[in-house]
């Protein structure tokens, strides 16, 4: 395209009433949009939450080893840590579904250490 197209069907005058139009519909369209209110504050609701800071520590030593080795793979220490309290039976079949369903590999003989410590330090007996 070439200048004389704009010369012969448009004048410059038309072009800046165009810009002008077009700006002032915009400047319209941002002074009349509406603010989001911030949310209302619930009266009845609970504290906030505040999580804890950091990973918490698992006890050191040869009973957490068979921890650290094979659940930290997939899980936080947290994650293990808030984890509810079930009994031995809970635990074993807990264990035997992270390696059946999951694919966990956790050798057999392993098993009876991770089921006693998670008795030991998340269980209910």
């Given amino acids: 395209m070439n200048l004389r ?7 410059c005058r038309g072009i800046l ?11 319209l369209a941002a002074a009349t949009a509406t603010v989001p209110e911030s949310p209302k504050v619930n009266a009845h609701a609970a504290d906030p939450w505040v999580l ?8 050191e030593g ?5 921890i650290r080795r094979h659940c930290a793979l997939c899980h936080s220490f947290d994650y293990i ?4 309290r079930l009994s031995r039976t809970g635990w ?24 006693n410590f998670l008795v ?6």
């Fill in 5 to 11: 197209y704009f010369q012969r069907g448009t004048s």
């Fill in 17 to 27: 009433r165009a810009v002008v139009a077009l700006t002032g519909a915009l400047v």
């Fill in 52 to 59: 804890p800071v950091g990973e918490p520590a698992l006890p």
């Fill in 62 to 66: 040869d009973p957490a080893a068979p």
């Fill in 81 to 84: 840590s808030t984890q509810p």
């Fill in 92 to 115: 074993t079949a807990s264990v035997d579904k992270m390696r059946t369903k999951y694919g966990a590999p956790i050798p057999t003989n392993d098993v009876p250490a991770l089921v």
């Fill in 120 to 125: 030991k330090h998340h269980g209910k007996e």
